[in-house]
Protein backbone atom coordinates (compact mmCIF):
# COMPACT_ATOMS: atom_id res chain seq x y z
CA UNK A 1 0.00 0.00 0.00
CA UNK A 2 1.05 3.80 -0.86
CA UNK A 3 0.26 6.95 1.63
CA UNK A 4 -0.25 9.88 -0.18
CA UNK A 5 -0.28 13.41 2.10
CA UNK A 6 -1.02 16.69 0.57
CA UNK A 7 -0.62 20.33 1.17
CA UNK A 8 -0.29 23.27 -0.06
CA UNK A 9 -3.52 24.56 -1.25
CA UNK A 10 -5.38 28.19 -0.62
CA UNK A 11 -6.76 31.45 -1.57
CA UNK A 12 -5.27 32.85 -4.81
CA UNK A 13 -6.44 35.61 -7.17
CA UNK A 14 -6.63 35.33 -11.20
CA UNK A 15 -3.77 35.47 -12.41
CA UNK A 16 -1.28 34.21 -9.50
CA UNK A 17 0.28 31.01 -8.82
CA UNK A 18 0.02 28.28 -6.23
CA UNK A 19 2.50 25.11 -5.41
CA UNK A 20 0.88 21.68 -4.71
CA UNK A 21 3.18 18.80 -2.34
CA UNK A 22 2.68 15.45 -2.37
CA UNK A 23 4.29 12.87 -0.27
CA UNK A 24 4.10 9.36 -0.57
CA UNK A 25 5.27 6.54 2.22
CA UNK A 26 4.65 2.88 2.06
CA UNK A 27 5.38 0.42 -1.03
CA UNK A 28 6.79 3.84 -3.23
CA UNK A 29 8.64 1.72 -5.83
CA UNK A 30 5.30 0.00 -6.66
CA UNK A 31 4.05 2.90 -7.45
CA UNK A 32 3.96 2.91 -11.91
CA UNK A 33 1.52 5.94 -12.37
CA UNK A 34 1.44 9.18 -10.59
CA UNK A 35 -0.57 12.34 -11.01
CA UNK A 36 -2.97 14.97 -9.98
CA UNK A 37 -6.80 15.28 -10.46
CA UNK A 38 -9.26 17.82 -9.23
CA UNK A 39 -13.41 18.20 -8.55
CA UNK A 40 -14.85 21.19 -8.86
CA UNK A 41 -18.17 22.71 -7.09
CA UNK A 42 -20.79 20.16 -8.66
CA UNK A 43 -18.74 18.53 -11.06
CA UNK A 44 -16.97 14.99 -11.27
CA UNK A 45 -13.61 14.51 -10.71
CA UNK A 46 -11.33 14.53 -13.96
CA UNK A 47 -7.47 14.26 -14.25
CA UNK A 48 -5.06 17.29 -14.51
CA UNK A 49 -1.88 15.28 -15.06
CA UNK A 50 -0.41 12.00 -15.24
CA UNK A 51 3.29 10.20 -15.49
CA UNK A 52 3.75 6.92 -16.82
CA UNK A 53 6.58 5.37 -17.79
CA UNK A 54 8.21 8.58 -18.40
CA UNK A 55 5.88 10.27 -20.54
CA UNK A 56 4.11 13.64 -18.67
CA UNK A 57 0.18 13.50 -20.12
CA UNK A 58 -1.87 17.20 -19.49
CA UNK A 59 -5.17 17.53 -19.55
CA UNK A 60 -6.22 20.30 -22.35
CA UNK A 61 -7.59 22.72 -20.04
CA UNK A 62 -4.11 23.32 -18.17
CA UNK A 63 -1.29 22.69 -20.53
CA UNK A 64 1.21 25.19 -20.63
CA UNK A 65 -0.20 26.65 -16.98
CA UNK A 66 0.45 23.50 -14.96
CA UNK A 67 3.89 21.55 -14.58
CA UNK A 68 4.29 18.47 -12.78
CA UNK A 69 7.39 18.30 -10.97
CA UNK A 70 9.04 14.99 -9.25
CA UNK A 71 11.10 14.89 -6.17
CA UNK A 72 13.25 11.63 -6.02
CA UNK A 73 15.10 12.28 -2.60
CA UNK A 74 11.88 13.29 -0.69
CA UNK A 75 9.68 10.67 -2.49
CA UNK A 76 7.15 13.29 -3.39
CA UNK A 77 5.98 15.31 -6.37
CA UNK A 78 4.66 18.39 -6.86
CA UNK A 79 2.25 20.76 -9.09
CA UNK A 80 2.90 23.86 -10.50
CA UNK A 81 0.26 25.96 -11.61
CA UNK A 82 0.73 29.18 -12.99
CA UNK A 83 -1.71 31.88 -14.50
CA UNK A 84 -4.39 30.21 -12.30
CA UNK A 85 -8.05 31.17 -13.69
CA UNK A 86 -10.97 30.68 -11.96
CA UNK A 87 -12.46 28.15 -13.53
CA UNK A 88 -9.11 26.21 -11.94
CA UNK A 89 -10.76 26.04 -8.57
CA UNK A 90 -11.88 22.90 -6.76
CA UNK A 91 -10.11 20.25 -4.58
CA UNK A 92 -7.19 18.56 -5.98
CA UNK A 93 -5.91 15.16 -5.15
CA UNK A 94 -3.03 13.49 -5.53
CA UNK A 95 -2.79 9.57 -6.55
CA UNK A 96 -0.81 6.50 -7.30
CA UNK A 97 -1.57 3.32 -8.88
CA UNK A 98 0.21 0.70 -7.21
CA UNK A 99 1.05 -2.78 -8.40
CA UNK A 100 -0.50 -5.47 -6.48
CA UNK A 101 -3.04 -3.14 -5.59
CA UNK A 102 -7.04 -3.09 -7.24
CA UNK A 103 -7.60 0.58 -6.34
CA UNK A 104 -5.91 3.89 -6.63
CA UNK A 105 -4.08 5.17 -3.59
CA UNK A 106 -5.88 8.85 -2.95
CA UNK A 107 -4.43 11.85 -1.21
CA UNK A 108 -6.94 13.60 1.65
CA UNK A 109 -7.54 16.30 -1.11
CA UNK A 110 -6.72 20.31 -0.87
CA UNK A 111 -8.52 22.92 -1.79
CA UNK A 112 -7.64 25.44 -4.30
CA UNK A 113 -9.91 28.69 -4.75
CA UNK A 114 -9.10 31.28 -7.61
CA UNK A 115 -11.03 34.41 -6.78
CA UNK A 116 -11.54 36.33 -10.33
Known amino acids: QVQLVESGGGLVQSGGSLRLSCTAS????????MGWYRQAPGKERERVVS??????NYAEPVKGRFTFLRDYANNAWYLQMDSLKAEDTGVYYC???????????WGQGTQVTVSP
Open 26 to 33: GAISDIYV
Open 51 to 56: ISGGAT
Open 95 to 105: YALVRFSREPS
